[in-house]
T-cell receptor
Framework: EDQVTQSPEALRLQEGESSSLNCSYT??????LFWYRQDPGKGPEFLFT???AGEEKEKERLKATLTKKESFLHITAPKPEDSATYLC??????????FGTGTRLKVLA | GAVVSQHPSWVICKSGTSVKIECRSL??????MFWYRQFPKQSLMLMAT?????????EQGVEKDKFLINHASLTLSTLTVTSAHPEDSSFYIC???????????FGSGTQLSVL
């Protein structure tokens, strides 16, 4: 069965304290892996797409990596404005998307 | 990036009334759109897949007569919550993709409160 698991469920960091969020997946025929950021009361905001193992993408303090079994979202020197829920999703086949339950990140000043 | 517009952002209605939520892809054509429901501190729950020009495909447990979906054009899908009741109160989000397996782009969501 296709599955996406994110860990940790919640994470509290001090400003400047780097860390990583994990997204483990089991899917037949991965087409793409996606990272989103969601602020309270808003729709998810697209961050990255990764298509193949070894691929990396960066945007400001965020870096996403992909292996054959998992993806990491590395956050370098986070700021309070990085506080949000980060969602991971995979696509397999046509219009089949599976979402993880998210990691709630809180960055303290 | 692609833009998906969703309206209204929030709506309050009386029990028994119907509410329509619109989802538009502003700068791309979306053959397929998706409707999600989200409860506080929980992940997205797929309700239905909306296909332009055909009937929507509903997930198990979602009442198709309660949640009417219409995808009349390549840029517009609507979700109508019929005879809304307090238990229908939730955050509803739509999304669309430019192709069949690429990234989804989301609307800003609609907070529905049924009194």
């Amino acid at each position: 069965e296709d599955q996406v698991t994110q860990s940790p469920e919640a994470l509290r960091l001090q400003e400047g304290e780097s860390s990583s969020l994990n997204c483990s997946y089991t899917v037949s025929g991965l087409r793409g892996l996606f990272w989103y950021r969601q602020d309270p009361g808003k729709g998810p905001e697209f961050l990255f797409t990764l298509y193949s193992a070894g691929e990396e993408k960066e945007k400001e303090r965020l870096k996403a990596t992909l292996t054959k079994k998992e993806s990491f979202l590395h956050i370098t020197a986070p700021k309070p404005e990085d506080s949000a829920t980060y969602l991971c999703a995979v696509s397999s086949g046509t219009y089949k998307y599976i979402f993880g339950t998210g990691t709630r990140l809180k960055v303290l000043a | 990036g692609a833009v998906v517009s969703q309206h209204p952002s929030w709506v309050i209605c009386k029990s028994g009334t119907s509410v329509k939520i619109e989802c538009r892809s502003l700068d791309f054509q979306a053959t397929t759109m998706f409707w999600y429901r989200q409860f506080p501190k929980q992940s997205l729950m797929l309700m239905a897949t909306s296909n332009e020009g055909s009937k929507a495909t509903y997930e198990q447990g979602v009442e198709k007569d309660k949640f009417l979906i219409n995808h009349a054009s390549l840029t517009l899908s609507t979700l109508t919550v019929t005879s809304a009741h307090p238990e229908d109160s939730s955050f509803y989000i739509c999304s669309a993709s430019q192709d069949s397996y690429g990234e989804l782009f989301f609307g800003s969501g609609t907070q529905l409160s049924v009194l």
